[in-house]
């Protein structure tokens, strides 16, 4: 259910999930794992948009998916056939250019840092290998791998014009785990979550607008404010929200605290006149 509800695009209140652009994505994208929002979280960002219609077409197409050499498949084959992580990037460099698990990840950093004096001689170590003064071998580059050097060329112009903008496989990680507990809470405790979220929010007036316009599309009431019932913050009302008292402008935390206590300890106010006679104080 909760990655349908994803799918369907209506993630208004899901972590990382709410732009429109983001939600389009997704209803093309029909996400069915907590790996495939890593894999949008990751694409949904410049650099690596541009390959996500080929991805979306890989996706469903399988059999459209092409690597520059079959040594891609290994590390690309789980984001059918592109570049989706900082993690990609190293691993490429190590299975095809023979590089240490540190160098790959030094060569990471100077491209995602574009220093382009270091990448024009990097590009030749990928391509041919490199040695130290003592003539031993720091890694073996593509061409001694069996790798033509059009590709090879080819490979290493992909990476470097992604890695700017690449997530790093962790991060993405953590966030889509974010997302998907949030989706979860939408999906089965949709009142209990929005109440959650609106007062989280409860100092944009534009949020909380909106995520009243979401409960009502979804059948949830949001109640108005009322001396009997509301609490300081949004709460859960059966399957609806009562309005908390703290989004009302002008109205302290104090002063909410003193209707609500007066509240339970003589019972509901029966009018108006009962109201401001038991909360008659400077206050006022």
């Avoid at 593509?142 to 997530?167: H, P």
């Avoid at 509901?268 to 008659?280: A, I, V």
Wanted: charge should be neutral; include cysteine.
């Amino acid at each position: 259910e909760v990655f349908d509800l994803i799918s369907s695009g209506n993630t208004d209140g899901v972590f990382q999930l709410e732009s429109a652009g983001m939600r389009q994505m997704l209803v093309n994208f029909e996400p069915s794992t907590v790996d495939d929002i890593m894999i949008a979280l990751s694409m949904y960002r410049p650099g690596p948009m541009d390959s996500i219609p080929r991805y979306i077409e890989n996706r469903h197409n399988p059999d459209k998916i092409k690597y520059d050499i079959p040594a891609l498949e290994s590390i690309l084959g789980v984001t059918y056939g592109c570049i989706v992580y900082q993690e990609q990037v190293m691993q490429v460099f190590r299975t095809l250019g023979g590089y240490s698990l540190g160098r790959a990840d030094i060569v990471r950093r100077a491209m995602a840092k574009k220093k382009h004096e270091v990448m024009k001689k990097e590009k030749e170590f990928f391509l041919y290998g490199e040695k130290d003064k003592d003539g031993n071998v720091i890694s073996e580059g593509a061409l001694a791998f069996g790798i033509s050097e059009e590709a090879a060329n080819k490979i290493f112009d992909q990476m470097s014009s992604f890695s700017s903008y690449a997530f790093n496989k962790a991060h993405a990680c953590a966030y889509s785990f974010v997302a998907y507990r949030t989706a979860y809470l939408k999906c089965h405790y949709p009142s209990e979550y929005f109440a959650s979220l609106m007062t989280s929010m409860m100092d944009s007036p534009l949020k909380i607008s909106q995520y009243t316009a979401e409960c009502n599309k979804t059948g949830i009431k949001i109640l108005p404010p009322s001396v009997n019932h509301s609490l300081e913050y949004f709460t859960p009302e059966g399957k609806n929200i009562r309005f908390g008292l703290l989004a009302i402008k002008n109205l302290g935390l104090g002063l909410i605290e003193r209707l609500i206590n007066e509240r339970r300890e003589n019972g509901k106010y029966e009018s108006f006149y009962d109201f401001c006679l038991r909360n008659y104080s400077r206050e006022f």
